[in-house]
């Protein structure tokens, strides 16, 4: 006969303190600790007064630059974009840099898809500079965007970036000349098509022989600047990075996850040559400001703008006089941040880690049964048991702010919520209450040993599922799995009521709290409200992965019986409870702090189109459930196939009255026809200051090849649309552009489809402007005014 099976939960698991309360205590400020030097060292560093020393970058004297680029909207095309291009000039020139204008048509990497085929282009203007280095074995590229939006002056994005650059060229061109050319590339026609970086990176001279590119931008307006793209096999550039830069934030999971996302840089311009390898960082934090009208000098934070400062600087440097013919390494690495700099390996080493993870948690679930802490049937029990708070955590974030959205519909438009402090305490609150939940009714009946041994399983096996498809993010499951497999077995090869396994817990603690605090902190911004869930899940893992030390502080609740039972069953349901209740207080405290007013509008969008042929007029909107605002104006969706331009099928439209205003002009300057081919000259005029043209040809005409203000672009057809090919032209000269299209032979009568569009809604017939507390969506469409004709052939 065997020993009969315990009855106490704390005999089945890992540790049993003697003096639980202290041990917890203990372990609990431990992890607080380690928390609050994470927090810390992802905090930004404090903005260097003006008369910082000439060799050190200063926010003060950056953001002199970033008020005079940032004083209105600016994008390309526009006069104010000329005025901040002659300022930049101004000042490369003023610092003795060879400085010049790449003034150049550049047409957008890839064709535009679906089923409208054509192509974007737009008329750049790059201000490019160079700081000639004494011996150099290849070029560094400080590159940033100087357009900005179109609905805002661009505070943030990108006069950051540009300051940024302006100051680093001072510190720079002030120090001891580099041992490489450094250039300074402060791109055009970003926000319209990264077309400047294209322009630069296929045609400038200086871009033949490639380089290193570090690429500077902002999708907010504070936070911590995160390194978060690199060019392939970038071990030796995240090894300079980690060295070079002064606040080395940034993750291999980082690059994973904006890979996965719709967005784009100047860096992916670059990333599309041959012969570019870089890093690109920008700070993402107080995301509601993006694009919009408040994305102001005034919003910025000038910690974050110092950040960006030295980091560029460190690493200008350190590329400045690096051999740049050494930097492929061959291989990707996993990096992230921890308390005073980045840890790194590399990326052969991600795979093997993770079978050793998993090889140590099954070696613990062995030990453990052997050691009488638990069974195999109780472990089978721990993991699958373990997949519940993986699962319902995210799916409870996600209901949490479909209810306050549900509240708050003007969140709907927003990146992220203006004050979203509350709301992201609450998802983690709501995390920590699944996990407790579980906990309580799990733990008396499996047991601590097999549920911790259940949950640091599915880290390991996360780690494996990781390592195979996305490895730049398996380090966040897999070393918790080890440390945590590791803390285990140590505690199970001492005195189950000594010190060491307590103490061997609160390390596996603190290796998960430094490893997934940094990422639930990061991914809040990075992500949005809208998908909580992300942070939410790497909030219960974290949780699962010092389940140990959850145990020591989770009241006692089992073996008694009667009235002692059910005083002890409340006992542990405490922290479920309270973790619950903050959560709804956190929410509910967001809804109450967070409200629309002057200073945070709720975001609205509105455009006008005209058709000038038939003088129909409507007003579009984005918005899928227009706010009241809107409401005004456009009511169910329609088709905008006869506005080919705009590139959506449907919008909200209402009735508008027509304005008074010319569509471009089109002219047919040669029409040549032979068995095989039609070929038609024309040139599209607009009649008024504009920001885009575009020109699209009927979906019965298949068009060969295109040439459009000198650029060949390959032809196309609509499949099943009324306009089909396409041509969007950013930044129009006033004098026009002329396009030959090449058509099929066979076709029927063609026809044309020009539009153009200019900004801001004010003097349109009908329009009432927006109360205090209603605001402008951040969208490169917002506050459009559209014009059209259809020309015949
Ligand atoms: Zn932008």
């Not at 934090?285 to 000038?302: F, I, K, S």
């Not at 920001?691 to 000198?710: C, F, N, P, W, Y």
Request: charged share 15%; hydrophobic share 50%.
């Amino acid at each position: 006969m065997g020993a009969p099976p315990p009855t106490r939960a704390a005999d089945r698991a890992l540790a049993r303190p003697r003096r639980r309360p202290l041990a917890a205590l203990a372990a609990l400020a431990a992890l607080l600790a380690v928390g609050g030097t994470v927090a810390y060292d992802l905090d930004t560093p404090a903005p260097r007064p003006a008369d910082a020393p000439a060799d050190e970058f200063s926010a003060a004297r950056a953001y002199r630059n970033v008020e005079t680029i940032a004083a209105r909207p600016h994008p390309a095309g526009s006069p104010a974009n000329d005025q901040v291009r002659a300022h930049l000039e101004g000042v490369l020139r003023g610092l003795g840099l060879e400085t010049t204008v790449q003034d150049t048509v550049a047409r957008e990497a890839g064709q535009l898809s679906g089923a409208a085929a054509g192509s974007t282009l737009a008329r750049v203007r790059n201000v490019v500079a160079r700081l000639p280095g004494t011996d150099p074995t290849g070029k560094v590229f400080l590159v940033a965007h100087y357009d900005s939006v179109q609905s805002g002056p661009g505070g943030n994005d990108d006069a950051a970036g540009t300051s940024t650059i302006l100051e680093v060229a001072r510190a720079l061109a002030a120090g001891p000349r580099p041992r490489n050319d450094v250039v300074f590339v402060l791109t055009d026609a970003e926000e319209a098509c990264l077309c400047g970086a294209s322009a630069f990176a296929a045609d400038h001279p200086l871009a033949a022989d490639g380089g290193v590119v570090l690429n500077l931008e902002a999708r907010g307006s504070t936070g911590p600047v995160i390194m978060f793209e690199t060019s392939r096999d970038n071990a030796k550039l995240v090894d300079v990075f980690g060295r070079a830069a002064p606040h080395p934030v940034g993750t291999s999971f980082a690059v994973e996850i904006y890979r996965a996302l719709p967005n784009d840089t100047d860096f992916t311009a670059f990333l599309d040559r041959a012969g570019f390898v870089g890093l690109n960082s920008a700070y993402i934090d107080g995301g509601a400001v993006y694009h919009t009208p408040l994305d102001t000098p005034a919003a910025m934070d000038r910690a974050s703008l110092q950040q960006h400062g030295d980091n560029a600087l460190g690493l200008a440097r350190e590329f400045g006089h690096a051999d740049l013919k050494a930097l492929d390494a061959g291989h990707d690495a996993t990096y992230f941040p921890v308390p005073g700099g980045l840890a790194r390996y590399p990326g052969w080493l991600v795979l093997p880690l993770a079978v050793a993870a998993l090889l140590a948690v099954l070696a613990l679930g062995w030990l453990a049964r052997r050691r009488g802490r638990t069974t195999y049937g109780r472990l089978a029990a721990g993991f699958a048991l373990g997949l519940a708070p993986i699962v319902v955590a995210p799916l409870g974030a996600q209901l949490l702010w479909a209810g306050v959205t549900a509240v708050r519909p003007g969140y709907a438009e927003l990146l992220d919520p203006y004050r979203p402090t509350w709301y992201r305490l609450a998802v983690v609150a709501l995390a920590a209450a699944t996990l407790f939940t579980w906990y309580a009714l799990t733990r008396r009946r499996v047991g601590p040993a097999a549920l911790a041994i259940g949950g640091l399983g599915w880290l390991a096996v996360l780690g494996i599922v990781l390592a195979v498809l996305v490895p730049g993010g398996a380090y966040l499951t897999t070393l918790p799995a080890l440390a945590g497999a590791a803390a285990g077995l140590t505690a199970l090869a001492v005195r189950i009521d000594g010190p060491w396994p307590v103490l061997a817990a609160t390390l596996a603690g603190a290796v998960a709290v430094v490893i997934l605090l940094p990422t639930v902190v990061l991914l809040f911004p990075a992500l949005g409200m809208a998908m909580g869930g992300v942070a939410a899940l790497f909030a219960v893992l974290l949780g699962l992965a010092g389940l140990p030390v959850v145990d020591l502080l989770h009241p006692e609740a089992g073996g008694q019986r009667g009235l002692v039972a059910a005083r002890a069953r409340r006992a542990g349901a405490l922290p479920a409870v309270a973790a619950g209740l903050a959560a709804a207080v956190f929410a509910g405290v967001g809804l109450a702090v967070d409200r629309f007013d002057a200073a945070h509008p709720v975001p609205t969008h509105l455009m006008y189109a005209l058709d000038a042929g038939t003088g129909q007029a409507r007003w579009l909107s984005h918005e899928t459930d227009p706010q009241p605002w809107t409401g005004q104006f456009v009511g169910g969706a329609a088709s905008v196939a006869d506005f080919p331009g705009l590139g959506d099928t449907e919008l909200r439209s209402g009735p508008a009255q027509a304005a008074n205003l010319p569509a471009p002009k089109l002219e047919v300057l040669a029409d040549t026809r032979s068995t095989e081919q039609r070929t038609v000259r024309v040139r599209v005029t607009p009649q008024r200051p504009v920001r885009l043209l575009t020109l699209h040809v009927d979906g019965a005409t298949e068009v060969e090849s295109a040439v459009v203000a000198g650029r060949a672009i390959p032809g196309g057809r609509a499949t099943g649309t009324p306009w089909g090919f396409g041509i969007v032209f950013h930044a129009p000269p006033p004098e026009g552009i002329e396009v030959t299209l090449v058509l099929a032979g066979g076709s029927g009568p063609a026809a044309l489809r020009a539009m153009d569009a200019s900004d801001g809604l004010d003097g349109v017939p009908g329009f009432r402007p927006r109360p205090a507390d209603v605001g402008v969506v951040g969208s490169h469409s917002s506050e459009m005014l559209a014009v059209a004709r259809t020309y015949p052939l």
